[in-house]
Every structure is written in C-alpha cells, then in structure tokens.
C-alpha cells in the first residue's frame, strides 16, 4: 500500500510540474509575440525612419504642393502597389535602405499618387530619400519629387481602379517615360551633390548613360541602385 501510494504522489507532482511547465510557455511566447508586434508598430510607425511613418509624412507634402493640387485636385490619393499573394492582394510601400559613398544611411520609400475618384489619366511615382546624420542620428529628407506618367492606351487598367492593378501593369509604367517632374521637396546640401554629380558625369564624358532610371535625369546619377548596400 506504500509504494502504490508513494507512486500516486509522484505521478500528481509530475502532472503538476508538467502543467506549470505549459503554462509558464505558454504564457512566454504570448509575451514575445506581444513584444514582437510592438517593435514592429514602433519600428513601422514611429521611429524617424519607419516606412509608413514616412509615406504619411510624404503625402502630407505632396499633398500639399500646388503642381499636384492643380493636378490631382485638393484630396489627392496615395497607395502602394499590388502584389499577388495566395490569399489576398496585398499593397506595399516599396522601400529599402542603403549605404551611400559618405557612409550615411540611406532610406528610399517609392508609391503612387493620384486623385481621389481615380479617373485622372496620370499616375505620380513618389520618391521620398532620407539620410541618417552620422553625429546627431536623426533622419532628414534629402528629397520629395513625383514623376508624372500617362499610361499609354494598351497599359489601361480594365474593370479594376488603378491602385487594383497587377503587377506587370507597374512594370510598364516605370519602363515608360515620365511626362514631367514635379520636385515637392529638394534640399541645398542634395541641389550641390547633384550638380556635382553631373559635373562628375560630363567629365567622364556621359560614362553613365544607360544606368539608373530610364529619364536620363539628375536622378538616375544618384539613385538607389547605384549605392553600397
């Protein structure tokens, strides 16, 4: 009769040490996954250099512009583009971050911009570019502008509003070329690198032809791509 009960008892702690086991990782992984969601928030919507934080910021200013009132109208639309999922569809905010020939961190965050019905015939591509200050760590704009497109008839988005379009449709917009440029926001310090750039460029006798976004522009010298990653 002892041992049966002695083996009872330790059946019990067991099963108790078990349960509290469970518990305790149970309740550890709801507080990492909590954790991990509020990082996130933070990292997304209030760090200096979260990505919707800065699409917010951006559209605010673009918005504001008087070019893009006169031609989006007042209440102009902002969206990232689509991308097929098995589920649903998805918009992003295309972004990524580099390193440029200072050693400065850099963020590039592109979407598009229209008016608020989605009937306008032009869609903006927004490009926003950030530095991080090496001494101060605060991100600042280098940068705003939206190039202006008019997709030709066959790129036509049917049954579907443009922000619905599929991938290959924002494929052929940002192969075609802008009809204009609108620079929403362009800083002293980036005016004198790019003129420096196109010094540079002009020097190597148009060495960079062919790099870089298809406008041929200021732009293409110092775009993303052409950085440290």
């Known amino acids: 009769h002892r041992s049966n009960s002695t083996f009872a008892g330790n059946s019990g702690r067991g099963a108790q040490i078990a349960s509290t086991l469970g518990n305790t990782l149970i309740i550890g992984s709801v507080v990492s996954l909590f954790g991990y969601i509020m990082y996130t928030l933070y990292e ?19 918005r504001a512009n008087p070019q893009i009132r006169e031609l989006f ?22 972004h990524h971050k580099s390193v440029d020939a200072k050693g400065r961190q850099r963020l590039f965050v592109e ?24 001494g101060t760590g605060a991100w600042d704009y280098n940068y705003i502008i939206v190039d202006v497109h008019q997709p030709a008839d066959n790129m036509k988005v ?28 362009v800083t002293d310090e980036f005016a004198r690198e790019i003129k420096l750039a196109d010094s540079q460029r002009r020097n190597q006798r148009f060495s960079t032809v062919g790099k870089g976004t298809p406008d041929g522009s200021w732009f293409s010298v110092l775009h993303p791509s052409t950085w440290r990653k």
């Open 158 to 185: 049917s049954g579907a509003t443009q922000s619905d379009a599929g991938e290959s449709f924002w494929s052929q917009l940002h192969n075609s070329k802008p009809i204009g440029r609108i620079e929403v926001l």
């Open 73 to 94: 109208g007042a209440s102009a639309v902002g969206f990232g583009q689509t991308t097929s999922s098995r589920r649903h569809r998805q918009r992003t905010i295309t």
């Open 111 to 134: 979407y598009y911009v229209t008016d608020s019905k989605r009937s306008s015939p032009c869609i903006g591509v927004v490009k926003a570019d950030l530095s991080q200050s090496k």
């Open 44 to 62: 997304d919507l209030l760090a200096d250099d979260g990505v919707t934080r800065v699409y917010n910021e951006s559209l605010d200013l673009v």
